[in-house]
């Protein structure tokens, strides 16, 4: 099955500054990758996605880019703020195979001190 | 966009009785429901999938006979925690896709089940 590895597993930026978080799948048939924020005790919110025919996307401050020869998918936010502190979890998903189900990678606890 | 609602979203329960979590969806009708169970500081974890009518697909080292999914409608899906122990104290959440319209390809995710067994 599909296996994701994400890092770093804690992120500390100043405000202003760009964090960057990288993840690492598997399964060659993974055809799409979208990223979650969530805060403590609530659900994962959809940021921003993109599937592999697509090599980066951008929204805003936030922006990713995918490698498929890699298989490696990175979140890039610029001018980052305090409300962005939450943890990061990138995915993973055959969105053609069966079930469609999301691999989530670990996490990124990203700090954005004032 | 597609809502998914989650309920209840928390429960204590005693050690050996059984909870059931009901995950709706209210705009779009969820032909599949992935079930996730979240300890602290965790990623979320992949339990089962259910197709509405069908059995549902348990990942490995999840017990069927325990976390008992049902997914009778295309609105609706339940997962009762049964004989629950300490151990099964998580944070449970729910996903809905639509997958014949592809609604729901960001997953759309219920609002989470904070259980607690004492």
């Known amino acids: 099955g599909e296996n994701v590895e994400q890092h770093p597993s804690t992120l500390s930026v100043q405000e202003g500054d760009s964090a960057v978080i990288k993840c690492t799948y598997s399964?060659?048939?993974?055809?799409?990758f979208p990223w979650y924020k969530q805060e403590l005790g609530k659900r994962p919110q959809l940021i921003i996605d993109i599937r592999s025919n697509v090599g980066e996307k951008k929204d805003q401050r936030i922006a990713v880019t995918l490698n498929k020869t890699a298989k490696h998918f990175s979140l890039h936010i610029t001018e980052t703020q305090p409300e962005d502190s939450a943890v990061y979890f990138c995915a993973a998903s055959n969105s053609g195979g069966s079930n469609y189900k999301l691999t989530f990678g670990k996490g990124t606890l990203l700090t954005v001190n004032p | 966009g597609a809502v998914v609602s989650q309920h209840p979203s928390w429960v204590i329960c005693k050690s050996g009785t059984s909870v059931k979590i009901e995950c709706r969806s209210l705009?779009?009708?969820?032909?599949?429901m992935f079930w996730y169970r979240q300890f602290p500081k965790q990623s979320l974890m992949l339990m089962a999938t259910?197709?509405?009518?069908?059995?549902?697909?348990?990942e490995q080292g999840v017990e069927k006979d325990k976390f008992l999914i049902n997914h009778a409608s295309l609105t609706l899906s339940t997962l009762t925690v049964t004989s629950a122990h300490p151990e099964d104290s998580s944070f449970y959440i729910c996903?809905?896709?639509?997958?014949?319209?592809?609604?729901?390809?960001?997953?759309?995710f219920g609002s989470g089940t904070r259980l607690t067994v004492v």
């Open positions: 259910s197709n509405e009518g069908s059995k549902a697909t348990y």
């Open positions: 399964d060659s048939a993974s055809n799409y």
């Open positions: 996903s809905a896709r639509d997958v014949r319209t592809g609604t729901g390809l960001g997953y759309t």
């Open positions: 705009d779009f009708q969820a032909t599949t």
